[in-house]
């Protein structure tokens, strides 16, 4: 992320945070060359690219960790039946053979939560992030997720007074002060109307960077 990272016309995007370029493995890369690969980009999966740079899957540790599970085993039927596809990958000698598909992806375009969203609900930890036609074009984990809370405090207030407390309150009227210390957010100030008191304050909440929100406003009687 840049210094100053805010987005006056648009909230962030995985576009903000994700790593470029981000590191990939063809579909016939051996297992040596992904094991290498993993441990040189210091990440727990990689795309499988084919052709132009489309992403057709995902290998990550846990595909690779199958070869050594049962390095030196024997398994009964039952756990034939059960671990048939760890089985399969512990057989695998390419990334094509290794990868998960169809790759979970998402877009330059979507919002960080969206890609929190997606990373939740399919348990994964990185995302390929592509373009319209599938080509690779960046990595996004967890960790570039986080980085919006590196924003730094003044970044935060500057935006709350602009976006949120100058069209609700307009000074000299209803001045509202903001502080941010450590993301915590501190609105004080007397206002003439209390249905907007809990607006600013949800509002603020979802200012990205923000850790919480404390609204000291009050109503003028």
């Not at 570039?144 to 069209?167: H, Q, S, Y």
């Not at 210390?181 to 004080?188: M, P, S, Y």
């Amino acid at each position: 992320m840049e210094n100053s990272p805010y987005r006056e016309s648009r909230p962030y995007q995985v576009a903000d945070v994700m790593t470029r370029p981000a590191v990939a493995v063809g579909r016939e890369d051996l297992f040596k060359d992904v094991v290498e690969r993993l441990m040189q980009g210091k990440v727990s999966a990689l795309p499988v690219l084919e052709g132009d740079g489309r992403v057709i899957g995902v290998v990550s540790e846990a595909d690779l960790l199958p070869k050594e599970e049962f390095r030196d085993s024997d398994p009964d039927r039952l756990t034939q039946l059960r671990r048939a596809h760890d089985l399969a990958k512990a057989g695998a000698a390419t990334a094509g053979e290794l990868m998960s598909t169809p790759a979970v992806t998402v877009h330059a375009d979507a919002t960080l939560s969206e890609a929190a969203r997606i990373m939740a609900r399919r348990h994964v930890k990185r995302l390929p992030v592509v373009g319209p036609t599938g080509r690779l074009e960046g990595m996004v984990s967890r960790g570039d997720l986080l980085k919006v809370f590196l924003r730094p405090d003044n970044d935060l207030a500057d935006e709350i007074r602009r976006d949120i407390v100058d069209p609700l309150f307009p000074a000299p009227i209803e001045p509202v002060h903001v502080v941010v210390a450590k993301g915590v957010a501190t609105l004080t100030g007397r206002v003439t109307d209390p249905e907007r008191i809990e607006l600013a304050a949800r509002l603020a909440r979802g200012v990205e960077g923000v850790v919480d929100v404390d609204c000291r406003l009050t109503a003028e009687v």
